[in-house]
């Protein structure tokens, strides 16, 4: 397996339902978030990679919920690549609060050129796959 890079996000008031338990569509912005430090921690962000012409929509996403995150919880995200392939990326991901596994999940990538064609990876990413960063 990859090495994970970890990312910490402390839930606010605005993350949670009436029932004080985290509306579920948050943890996709959070795994963004997570995302977005990773490609920094690799050198590199998104908008240098837009900039290059490199475009990564989300062609698929799983999300497994293994248990609740509430108000004020300092949360640890893990993020890695789980699999390179030539013009797709899946990244991997876990929330854990202190040792308790709250979310497992994982994003499946194209990799687009500015007109919308699938691309080569850039080097950057196929070299953290390959490196196992």
Same mark, same amino acid.
């Given at each position: 397996?990859?090495?994970?890079?970890?990312?910490?996000?402390?839930?606010?008031?605005?993350?949670?339902?009436?029932?004080?338990?985290?509306?579920?569509?948050?943890?996709?912005?959070?795994?963004?978030?997570?995302?977005?430090?990773?490609?920094?921690?690799?050198?590199?962000?998104?908008?240098? /990679?837009?900039?290059?012409?490199?475009?990564?929509?989300?062609?698929?996403?799983?999300?497994?919920?293994?248990?609740?995150?509430?108000?004020?919880?300092? /949360?640890?995200?893990?993020?890695?690549?789980?699999?390179?392939?030539?013009?797709?990326?899946?990244?991997?991901?876990?929330?854990?609060?202190?040792?308790?596994?709250? /979310?497992?999940?994982?994003?499946?990538?194209?990799?687009?050129?500015?007109?919308?064609?699938?691309?080569?990876?850039?080097?950057? /990413?196929?070299?953290?796959?390959?490196?196992?960063?």
């Amino acid at each position: 397996m990859n090495a994970r890079f970890r990312h910490h996000h402390r839930v606010t008031y605005a993350d949670c339902t009436v029932g004080n338990h985290v509306y579920y569509a948050r943890y996709l912005e959070w795994l963004e978030a997570a995302r977005g430090a990773f490609f920094q921690h690799l050198g590199t962000s998104f908008a240098a /990679l837009e900039a290059e012409g490199f475009h990564f929509p989300v062609r698929r996403c799983l999300l497994e919920y293994r248990s609740e995150a509430r108000y004020d919880e300092e /949360l640890a995200i893990e993020v890695w690549i789980a699999r390179a392939e030539r013009v797709k990326l899946t990244f991997g991901y876990r929330i854990l609060h202190g040792e308790r596994l709250v /979310l497992e999940g994982e994003t499946l990538h194209g990799c687009l050129d500015a007109a919308g064609r699938p691309a080569r990876l850039p080097e950057v /990413l196929a070299a953290a796959w390959e490196s196992g960063s």
